[in-house]
């Protein structure tokens, strides 16, 4: 095994013997020829010899200056041009996002600011009180859904929620601060368009405390066609 | 006349303004204490306003870097130089009353070992090849491969293949040695 110590050793024994035997260091100017391919052979390797032996004048020449501005300033701009195309990317992302949901109200709009039948208006009972129906299919004979929420439940709230959330739980659809009809339902008119063919939830929630208390959950299915 | 000079001087400022803190900067990051950087720095620009006739615009950042390097050269190899012409003491001399404290030394045996082991080495070192032999002395004295590669003007394939070379000659020889 090597110690390192002892190489060490022996090349600074080395250096103090070429020091000698070499003289004075080169000059810069030595140097900078000697680094341009300038010298002789027999220049060039006296002082490449002589850098050898003296390391800290050999450190000045590859120790690296502060690099340009414009190296300093490179990441930077890397870094800007990196964010400007997310911040781009985000634009287009957002942009698609609001034209596709913009083009989804102005169906609805449409649909709603023009004369059109009301269908049949759908029952809901709450589950488990379906008998053994997972779920309400609604029946699709007009461009809405007129759903019926039946609160079937002993305790009364000051006002109520309800919300429509699709299969994944996602809500679609909130609306608070609601009143129980006479008849102790709730009536919410739906486009059709709102309810592509699946699965969805209508959840009534009752207000009036710190929390919403959760009162029922109709699950209906919008079969296709 | 004033205006050329008033230009000369305008742009010298400039200049001067733009690269001073990079250059103290780079002279500190070389290892040069604080007051020494701000010296070579100003060193550094004083040669650039006498000859600043001579510069024709062009690689601004090129012109001072290479003045900044001469800068730092001559003060380090003002040391070295210092330092091998330094007037010898005789070790009986009786002015030379310092002596330094007595330093725990290794038996005679653990000594003999040492020197045994060093003999061997310097002796393994001298029969590398002359390419080897740079490239190890170098590396030893803390060079990376890119900086050697500077250094002796050679590829980094090369240093990384001489240096391999080296190391390997070096164990297969005195592998056994402790």
């Keep these: 095994m090597i110690r390192k110590t002892d190489l060490q050793d022996v090349i600074e024994e080395m250096n103090e013997e070429d020091r000698q035997r070499l003289g004075d260091p080169p000059t810069f100017d030595e140097m900078l020829a000697y680094t341009r391919g300038e010298l002789s052979a027999e220049e060039e390797q006296r002082v490449r010899e002589l850098l050898i032996c003296y390391p800290e004048l050999a450190r000045t020449l590859t120790e690296p200056f502060e690099p340009e501005e414009t190296a300093t300033l490179a990441p930077v701009l890397r870094f800007r041009h990196v964010w400007t195309a997310l911040a781009a990317a985000l634009a287009l992302v957002f942009a698609g996002l609001y034209w596709q949901a913009d083009t989804k109200a102005r169906r609805l709009d449409r649909q709603l600011s023009l004369p059109h039948v009301v269908a049949n208006e759908q029952l809901l009972l709450p589950d488990g009180q379906r008998g053994r129906e997972h779920a309400t299919t609604l029946t699709v004979t007009g461009d809405s859904y007129l759903l019926i929420a039946a609160l079937i439940h002993e305790a009364r709230y000051p006002q109520y929620r309800l919300e429509i959330v699709d299969a994944g739980a996602k809500p679609l659809w909130r609306q608070a601060g609601l009143q129980p009809r006479d008849n102790d339902t709730f009536a919410v008119l739906v486009p059709r368009a709102f309810l592509p063919p699946g699965e969805y939830q209508v959840v009534l929630y009752g207000l009036g405390g710190p929390r919403a208390v959760h009162i029922a959950t109709y699950t209906v299915r919008v079969p296709k066609g | ?178």
Excluded at chain 2, 70 to 87: F, I, M, Q, S
Excluded at chain 2, 93 to 121: G, H, W
Excluded at chain 2, 144 to 165: C, F, G, H, M, Q
């Design chain 2, 1 to 178: 006349m004033t205006t050329v000079l008033g230009d000369h001087d305008a742009r010298f400022e400039a200049m001067y303004r733009k690269h001073y803190g990079r250059v103290y900067r780079s002279l500190r990051s070389y290892g040069v204490a604080d007051g020494e950087a701000q010296d070579l720095a100003q060193e550094t620009f004083k040669r650039i306003f006498e000859s600043f006739d001579q510069y024709r615009g062009e690689g601004e950042w090129s012109f001072i870097e290479t003045t900044a390097r001469r800068v730092l050269y001559n003060w380090v190899r003002a040391g070295n130089t210092a330092k091998r012409k330094a007037e010898l003491v005789e070790i009986d001399d009786p002015d030379f009353s310092y002596e330094p404290p007595a330093v725990e030394e290794p038996d005679l045996a653990e000594r003999q070992q040492q020197a045994l082991r060093k003999t061997r080495l310097r002796q393994a070192v001298s029969e590398l090849s002359p390419g080897q032999r740079e490239c190890l002395r170098l590396w030893v004295q803390g060079f990376k491969y890119t900086e050697i590669a500077t250094i002796l003007r050679v590829s980094i394939d090369a240093v990384k293949s001489r240096l391999r070379d080296a190391k390997k000659y070096l164990r297969e020889r005195l592998g056994g040695d402790q």
